[in-house]
């Protein structure tokens, strides 16, 4: 048993589960903030029993976020003893600003959102709500900023010390703001956030189209879906864009990983961007593929005729990554996001002309597409990690030689052993499938439940002001209409 494979797997495992949570958890925090906004403009108590009704989901994911969360950073210490060490000076700073700035935000406000209604003013409780999605959205800032150096170094020197006679080198912060703004942390953060975002509405239509296809919660279910849906549709949209700039980012600082996005393995000129194929790193070529010649040189150089460098001239230098599970969790990825483009345009469309509601196939289709949403970010998560490799820490190019980096073979912990990280799986395993069906259960019972209905006060608040509302309109067309008789 190879303990580099894994260790390797072994954090894929757990970081893929943790990574369930956070992005619902950020995306279902912006939909908080729409619906408590639009309960504190119209006073609609609708607005307020769907508030509450998505604050308690959004509690249990915050749950589970926090407690999976926690398992990683054990394991940087257990398995990956060599790469903190290289990386702590960076990794220190970066966790220390997300526990200081976000964390203590996002949990400080927390309770007075779950359990403030009743103790709390309206506005302050939207306050509360506002800065529980911000710390949310600010954890995500430092997270992804520690794992974008790991990509694109900035801002560093390597230094050699000593630990017991045995020499040993270590990236050490020399700007920190060059360390926060390295060459790709923002392309990956308004990647993450429309990603999380796109994830929260999904999650969010998911549970109201069911509610209308079975007839119950309607309006609250309309409320619910219409401003999800227009959360989906721009984060969709912008989700485009921010992935052509990503991907260019790539194309610069992390050549091998873009040649291995779509499967280059030959110098091209004309190079295709292609829709779907098959890898074969025997051969060397990409095998059944479909796409455009000369658009993939046209969206990186604006010249079709641009040459792509391949594979086989990057490797040596470079080194090569796992070319068919990066090809593969990419180009899924990208078909995932164009067919959410296609499906929100569609679905804007037919809510304009008032047939969204009544259009079961595709409400059918949005009760199951929060599963595509969470397969988009799982596998964007791969394509991003899995073609990085040999790198843990991915080196810089400094006067045509590698700068710094660190090997993930070379980044293990010395004392741990492969039967221990074995052991370790299926304990996780084990303890992360009892989560997961708790919180399936938990969550399944709170869908069941729904939304609390209007009390009588609310029923003769909401009732009254309709009819105020259509009385208003009444005396005013019968006021036009006198107007009209004396001419």
């Known amino acids: 048993m190879d303990v580099v494979l894994l260790s390797r797997l072994q954090f894929a495992f757990t970081i893929m589960f943790h990574y369930l949570f956070p992005p619902l ?35 249990l994911n915050f749950a589970l976020g926090v407690v999976t969360g926690i398992v990683m950073e054990f394991e940087f210490g257990t398995n990956w003893a060599v790469y903190s060490r290289y990386v702590g000076d960076v990794f220190g700073s970066a966790l220390a600003a997300e526990g200081i700035f976000a964390f203590f935000l996002e949990s400080g406000f927390l309770a007075v959102l779950l359990f403030g209604w009743d103790r709390v003013g309206p506005k302050m409780h939207f306050f509360s709500t506002v800065m529980v999605a911000l710390g949310g959205i600010f954890s995500s800032v430092w997270i992804v900023i520690a794992n974008s150096w790991q990509q694109t170094p900035a801002g560093f020197v390597l230094r050699e010390h000593m630990v017991n006679g045995e020499p040993f080198m270590r990236a050490e912060i020399v700007d920190f703001w060059a360390m926060v703004f390295n060459p790709s942390s923002v392309h990956r953060l308004v990647h993450v956030w429309l990603g999380a975002f796109i994830v929260g509405a999904f999650f969010v ?40 700039l990503q991907v260019k980012m790539v194309a610069e600082h992390q050549p091998a990983k873009f040649a291995a996005f779509e499967g280059i393995y030959e110098n091209e000129t004309y190079a295709t961007l292609n829709f779907f194929g098959w890898p074969d ?4 070529k990409l095998k059944y593929a479909f796409g455009i010649p000369g658009s993939l040189s046209f969206m990186l150089y604006g010249d079709p005729a641009a040459e792509v460098t391949g594979l086989n001239e990057l490797e040596p230098t470079w080194g090569e990554p796992p070319v068919w599970l990066t090809f593969q969790a990419y180009h899924l990825m990208v078909a995932i996001g164009m067919l959410f483009i296609a499906v929100t345009l569609y679905s804007c469309y037919l809510l304009w002309r008032g047939k969204l509601y009544t259009t079961r196939w595709l409400l ?21 990690e899995v073609g990085r490799q040999p790198w843990i820490v991915y080196p810089t190019m400094v006067n045509g030689e590698l700068h710094g980096g660190l090997r993930t073979s070379d980044a293990v912990s010395e004392a741990v052993k492969a039967e221990q990280v074995l052991g370790s799986i299926i304990m996780f395993g084990v303890v992360y499938l009892l989560l997961f069906v708790l919180w399936v259960v938990i969550l399944n019972h709170k869908i069941q439940a729904g939304p609390e209905p209007l009390t009588d006060e609310q029923k003769a608040e909401h009732t009254g002001k309709g009819f105020l509302d259509a009385a208003a309109k009444l005396v005013g067309h019968k006021a036009t209409m006198t107007e009209a008789e004396k001419e």
Do not use: C
């Open 364 to 384: 059918w289709f949005y009760v199951f597409a929060f599963g595509l949403a969470i397969i988009a970010n799982e596998v964007g998560w791969v394509a991003a």
């Open 25 to 59: 958890t950020i995306g279902l925090g912006v939909i908080l903030v729409y619906l408590e906004g639009m309960y504190l403009r119209t006073k609609d108590p609708l607005y307020e029993n769907a508030t509450k009704f998505w604050t308690r989901i959004f509690g």
């Open 205 to 244: 239509m998911s549970i109201s189209a069911w509610y209308l296809l079975k007839g119950k919660h309607e309006e609250f279910a309309k409320r619910s879906f219409r401003g999800a849906l227009l959360m989906a549709t721009f984060s969709s949209l912008a989700q485009l864009v921010s992935g052509d």
């Open 281 to 284: 790193e025997e051969e060397r």
